[in-house]
Nanobody, 122 residues
């Protein structure tokens, strides 16, 4: 599968931004999908996860209540709506396809998009 993330940009603190991830292939609906992010000088960290059907979602504590993950299995898309953005949300955001057991573990994802940069100014 190929993943293409988009929607990043520059936004002021308190603002909103929506990310999109387009997936190729006919098996998209069989897989859970996640968003991770990597800030400068830091390791890539889990942000959010959505099950294959979209029926369950999970979030890192740092974004809970501010970010919303969703998906459209007809369009082969996964989204991340980010509200009340903070400067510490600044990072490159990646979408990824889960292949392993743990949705929060980077190593349990086998396909990654190229990333899209989100910059939140104070």
């Amino acid at each position: 599968v190929q993943l293409q993330a988009s929607g990043g940009g520059l936004v002021q603190a308190g603002g909103s931004l929506g990310l999109s991830c387009a997936a190729s292939g006919r098996t998209f609906s069989n897989y859970g999908m996640g968003w991770f992010r990597q800030a400068p000088g830091k390791e890539r960290e889990f942000v959010s996860y959505i099950t294959s059907s979209g029926g369950n979602t999970f979030y890192a504590d740092s974004v809970k209540g501010r970010f919303t993950i969703s998906r459209d299995n007809i369009k082969n898309m996964v989204y991340l709506q980010m509200n009340s953005l903070k400067p510490e949300d600044t990072a490159v955001y990646y979408c990824a396809r889960r292949s392993g057991i743990n949705y929060y573990r980077r190593s349990d994802y086998d396909s990654w998009g190229q990333g899209t940069l989100v910059t939140v100014s104070s």
